[in-house]
């Protein structure tokens, strides 16, 4: 198999690629209303507060981090997306956006995605 212009050589990451690139025309964040911006990997799930205007991000976790390899074994499940959530919204809760636009990165609003925008919202952010 051949890689694409953009290196890439499975078919369905190519794919998710061009909805997030399509989806970003519309989807963008200001310094009031932050892009709240997902990734998810087979073992991991990683979420930012991105303000698009300066191009910076202004708060990142992930499952990656010290306290999620402390407190779950399994860190790329819905249990630990749900989690990641949770703890997101408590730390955001101290800056001061409550509101966000959601950008679910070419993902479907399935499994791991759905369950930590679930959370998130259950901790007080809105979109």
């Known amino acids: 198999m051949q890689k694409s212009k953009l290196g890439i050589k499975n078919k369905k990451e190519l794919g998710r690629i061009k909805r997030h690139r ?3 025309k519309k989807v ?3 310094a009031e209303v932050p892009r ?4 998810r990997s087979l073992k991991n799930i990683e979420a930012q507060l991105i303000d698009d205007i300066k191009q910076r991000t202004i708060f990142s976790l992930s499952t990656n981090s010290k306290e999620f390899k402390q407190k779950l074994v399994h ?3 819905i249990k630990a997306a749900s989690l990641l959530g949770e703890i997101f919204a408590h730390e955001v ?3 001061k956006p409550r509101k966000v636009v959601f950008d679910r990165g070419g993902y479907l609003y399935h499994g791991r995605v759905k369950a930590f925008a679930e959370s998130v919202r259950k901790g007080g952010l809105i979109f």
Not at 36 to 39: E, F, P, S
């Open 22 to 24: 399509r989806v970003r």
């Open 28 to 30: 963008f964040g200001t």
């Open 36 to 39: 709240l911006c997902v990734h």
């Open 75 to 77: 860190r790329g499940n």
């Open 93 to 95: 809760q101290k800056r």
